[in-house]
């Protein structure tokens, strides 16, 4: 899960990018709107947290620039104030979703987390794949019954498998969602997560390697080894 911060205050933005990477997401900061829109030009998000007061290029042209261009990505705009313009007017240039500021980082999560759900198109919080329990809103995955331990880019990459069962996912794909451009990562850090997810895992889950592609997370409904 990769997520795109536009923010100009510099404390602001810090606190929420460190919040968010705390939790294991992917993050890239941008300070203006102009600099947003040309990262939006190439680089895939799972969601964009978006103020609107911006130099260069105010939060609502990004937003309207952003569906011009047909891109569905979802928006969380941050309002200021209690400003009810800039409420109605986030919704009315395409933003899923506002929240005004100062909020409270327990409320951020809950919206950023429904957003997201959006994305994966999970209708439930709650994915069942045989005895493999995974809880997007407890952010826990158990397995019959009992909570695996597992850390933040464990947690994500079982996610993107998950969100993406019996389907054949990219190294690039699994990377651009895991890290972000601050981020030290690559190939070998994503061999060492799943190598450490397909021994927690077992056989409830057989994570394939495709070579030369990526890997594959496919139900096991056989006692199979992996
Ligand atoms: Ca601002």
Known sequence: MRILVVEDEPDLGDAVLRHLRRQGYAVDWQRDGQSAQEV????????????????????????RWLRGQGNRTPVLMLTARSNIEDRVGALDFGADDYLSKPFDLREFDARCRALLRRTQGVASGTTVIGELEFDRGAKVAKLRGVPLTLPNREYRLLEILIGNIDKVVSKDEIASQLFDFDAEGG?????LYIGRLRRKLGTALRIRTVRGVGYIAETTDSGDEA
């Not at 939006?40 to 937003?63: E, H, M, N, T, W």
């Not at 190939?187 to 061999?191: T, W």
Request: no cysteine.
């Open 40 to 63: 939006l030009s190439y680089q895939q998000y799972d969601l964009v947290v978006l103020d609107i007061g911006l130099p260069r290029k105010d939060g609502f042209a990004v937003v």
């Open 187 to 191: 190939a070998n850090a994503i061999e």
